[in-house]
Structures are given as structure tokens and as C-alpha cells.
């Protein structure tokens, strides 16, 4: 009785002692409550302080989630709405001539072309600044004539054309020698 009780505390709401234990303990004739089937009400009891919590708890959970989603995609869409009024705002404050050369239909991209360079100052602040990792950088890098490494590249590569070239006159001379 004292774990069922316990049980009931927990739960918070229920009359366990005036529905279950009163009535389980009363002998007396002139109070007409008495638990009748005594084994099966404690049993269904049980069950129902057991898995009501749980059950409930789960389903309140699955309602907070599903409202905390539906709150998300609100307030989502909300912020776009808000940021198209902003930007017609801002486009209505703008001069006429600016969002004229802002305003294009069509731009032509060329990849291959070269971006325009301010010279001197933008080599310098992009090698102090830039990325290291950039095709910018190592182009940068491989235009430097007082790098080491690009010269032992030069030489290797100079070397290299020295052995093939080397290895190409004695396939032919291998051939004559095979021919005679």
C-alpha cells in the first residue's frame, strides 16, 4: 500500500485513500463503502499510474514539437516577408540613377577573362591580405623570379628533356643494331 500511495503522490491528483484504501480496510456494515473486487482495482490502479504518465508526457511532448515546428516555419516565413519590405523600402529610397546601373536583365559572365587590377597597390595588398590558398596567391607565388623552388623546377624539367632526348637516340640506335 505504501509503494501505491507513493505511486499516487507522485501522480498528484487522485484520492487514493478515500477510493482504494478506506473502502479496502473497511469491515464496518454501517459505512456503505467497500471494495468489492479488491485484487483487480489495485491491478488496473497499477497499470493506469504506470503508463499514464508516460503516455501523457509523450503525447504533451509530441504537441510541444509540433507546435515549436510550426512556430519555426512561421516565424521563417515571416522574416522573408520582412526582408522583401525592407529591400523595397531601401529601393524606393535609392536615387534613380543608381538602380539604374544596379538594375541589369542579363549579365554575361566570361570565365576565362581577366578581372580588372589596380596595379602596384592591388598586388601588394593582395600578397600582404590574401588568400594563401587562392589561384591568385599561387599565381603570385610562380611570378616571383626569386623563388627557389620554380628555378629547381626549370632545371629539373631542363634535365628531364636531356633524358628523353638521350633515351630517344638509343631506341634508335637499338633498331639499326636489331635491323642488321
Known amino acids: 500500500m505504501s509503494?501505491?500511495?507513493?505511486?499516487?503522490?507522485?501522480?498528484?491528483?487522485?484520492?487514493?485513500?478515500?477510493?482504494?484504501?478506506?473502502?479496502?480496510?473497511?469491515?464496518?456494515?454501517?459505512?456503505?463503502?467497500?471494495?468489492?473486487?479488491?485484487?483487480?482495482?489495485?491491478?488496473?490502479?497499477?497499470?493506469?499510474?504506470?503508463l499514464m504518465p508516460i503516455l501523457l508526457m509523450n503525447l504533451l511532448i509530441g504537441l510541444a514539437v509540433g507546435d515549436i515546428e510550426s512556430v519555426r516555419r512561421n516565424a521563417q516565413l515571416k522574416r522573408l516577408a520582412m526582408q522583401v519590405i525592407l529591400h523595397t523600402e531601401l529601393e524606393r529610397k535609392l536615387p534613380q540613377f543608381l538602380l539604374e546601373r544596379v538594375d541589369k536583365i542579363e549579365i554575361i559572365e566570361y570565365p576565362n577573362d581577366a578581372k580588372a587590377k589596380l596595379g602596384f597597390i592591388d598586388s601588394i595588398l593582395r600578397k600582404w591580405f590574401g588568400n594563401p590558398f587562392s589561384d591568385d596567391a599561387l599565381d603570385m607565388v610562380m611570378d616571383n623570379g626569386e623563388d627557389y623552388v620554380v628555378t629547381e623546377l626549370g632545371k629539373a624539367k631542363n634535365k628531364l628533356k636531356e633524358i628523353t632526348h638521350t633515351l630517344e637516340v638509343q631506341q634508335q640506335l637499338l633498331r639499326l643494331i636489331v635491323q642488321v
Not at 500511495?5 to 454501517?30: A, H, Q
Not at 463503502?33 to 483487480?40: D, E, I, K, T
Open 3 to 50: 509503494l501505491i500511495r507513493t505511486f499516487s503522490m507522485m501522480l498528484g491528483e487522485i484520492d487514493f485513500l478515500g477510493t482504494y484504501v478506506k473502502p479496502f480496510y473497511m469491515t464496518n456494515e454501517e459505512e456503505k463503502a467497500f471494495l468489492p473486487f479488491p485484487l483487480p482495482a489495485f491491478f488496473v490502479l497499477g497499470l493506469f499510474m504506470v
